[in-house]
């Protein structure tokens, strides 16, 4: 009986996240991110259970002021930064019941290192409730998306990256992903988005939103940035033999001077929401509207998240779901 991650579509028991509170880190964007956040928790909490860390008691008065009476559970624990896709558990269920996966975490190939990431998985699952299996090899939970048959999507330019696992090759990985996520089928795409620092995470580039149909972006504007590398994972879900359905890329978001990682695909399906983050482009609207039309039964609420971004990612990334 394998036990593998459930699609993110089926029920949650919880839905882990943390809140931003690190000044050195955030800077200028640290209350507006934490604004950003708290109003991801309170669509979220509707409809599952929020366990959210908080690192001090004086980031946890913060996120009860901006939280009040939501469906939140408030845990203090010293983590580097808000990155649960990443430094948190990998839920697994089975017919028997559930356990977590935790794999080494390297900050990302060695860009962040911040004290009490590697330690967060450990915290989670504990307190979840939950036994955790350790495995020696890097894996982030956004380097892959999954629809709970099996299949998995990733991407090459992260897995297959020097600095991750130096000595595995794409054989050894799929068979690492086989051993401990019961991943037997494996969908690589190319690259990840221009300037992602997480190496290319596939959560910014393709999710399943439903078993065998796989989201991919459609480029919007004539100088998007990532139109080549969108097509390319359409062609190569297409080769695979998925369904593939299209929502609208935000196009070029220049920040400071600098072109961001902006990405509609990092959504958030809660039980009975999909969070959805937008960034001021002038596409937000038919993003959510695209995503609404793949969720029928779910309240879609695009939210902005170009704070959060500033820190690295957005609601995906700092989410992660615990099965019911």
Known sequence: MTARQSAEWALHAACWTAFPSAADLWEDNLAPAQA?????????????????????????????????????????FGFGDIWLRDTGPLFLSSPV?????????????GKYDLPGDDAVAAFVASTAGVPLARHDWVLEGGA??????GLAVTTEQCLLNPNRNPR?????????????LGIDRLLWLGDGLEGDHTDGHVDNLARFVAPGV???????????????IYEDAHQ??????LDVVTIPSPGRVVVDGDVVPASHMNFYIANGAVVVPTYGSPYGDAAV?????????????????????SGGGSFHCITQQQPL
């Open 168 to 180: 595995m090759d794409a054989n050894e990985i799929a068979s690492h992903l086989r051993r401990d």
């Open 144 to 149: 892959i998306d999954v629809d709970g048959t």
């Open 97 to 109: 019941g559930h356990a977590a996966a935790a794999f080494r975490f390297n900050g990302w190939g």
């Open 214 to 228: 796989l989201a991919v972006p459609a480029p919007s504007g004539a100088d998007d940035p990532n139109a080549e």
């Open 236 to 241: 190569r879900a297409r080769d695979f033999g």
């Open 289 to 309: 509207a695209a995503v609404a039309a793949l969720f029928p039964t779910r309240k879609v609420v695009g939210l902005q998240a170009l704070h959060v971004l």
């Open 36 to 76: 950003e956040v708290a109003a991801m928790v309170r669509v979220i909490a509707e409809s599952e259970r929020v366990e959210l860390l908080v690192n001090g008691l004086a980031a946890e008065l913060a996120a009860r002021d901006l939280l009040g009476a939501a469906n939140v559970g408030f845990h203090q």
